[in-house]
């Protein structure tokens, strides 16, 4: 069918990094009137869970985690436009994700946002320098199912801990799942500060969240 073919001509230019013909394929299933919808399960999800397995078996490193997200981004840019008015793509649960505190790295939240995204969650991405107070207010008025908070420097972790008392001393604790990622995080801190879960990487968050939500 030809929309087998375009979701593997997607999927091929996703894993090989090429932007331009990945963005093809998208314009081609837009003009074949394919639902956009069924391109991003057929072509945009698979890619990613190939791009995934490349990445936990070493093929792939960050760089191309961060190549495949930008061509995501602009494969759905292409397709937002077209799906307005069709059924629309069941949303797998809702998650705030932002870097602690006096912590300005956000490639690795950004890539973590793309990918979730990707996958179907809704994704309220509150930037980088965090304060608890912010988390604690997105908590309050989002009310997600699931808190991700990304830090890349040691000194920005007891920012990581008083966000988590911040929000059980707002009551707001129960009945989030707080994941937490980032170089200098161990499974020792996210279990002394309380967290449901570390992240490893960026492919191993998403799968804990998509675990959290019954996939």
């Not at 307005?84 to 949303?91: A, Y």
């Not at 040691?154 to 604790?173: D, F, G, I, Y």
């Amino acid at each position: 069918m030809i929309e087998e073919k375009i979701a593997e001509d997607f999927i091929n230019a996703t894993v090989n990094m090429d932007m331009k013909s990945a963005k093809d394929a998208c314009k081609n299933a837009i003009s074949q009137g394919i639902d956009p919808y069924k391109f991003i399960e057929m072509a945009i999800t698979k890619a990613l869970t190939i791009i995934g397995d490349k990445f936990e078996n070493e093929e792939f490193f960050l760089p191309e985690l961060f190549m495949a997200a930008e061509i995501v981004k602009k494969a759905m840019k292409i397709l937002e436009p077209h799906i307005k008015g069709t059924e629309k793509r069941k949303n797998l649960g809702k998650i705030v994700i932002g870097t602690a505190k006096s912590d300005m790295h956000d490639i690795g939240k950004n890539i973590v946002s793309f990918f979730l995204q990707a996958e179907g969650f809704e994704v309220i991405d509150l930037g980088v320098d965090v304060s608890p107070d912010k988390f604690v207010e997105s908590v309050r008025n989002e009310k997600p199912d699931i808190l991700a908070i990304s830090t890349l420097i040691t000194l920005t972790m007891p920012e990581v801990s008083n966000t988590l008392k911040a929000l059980e001393n707002a009551n707001l604790r129960n009945g989030i799942k707080i994941i937490i990622g980032g170089a200098p995080i161990t499974q020792e801190f996210v279990d002394d500060i309380g967290a449901d879960a570390l992240a490893k990487n960026v492919i191993d968050g998403v799968k804990k969240c998509k675990g959290w939500v019954g996939l």
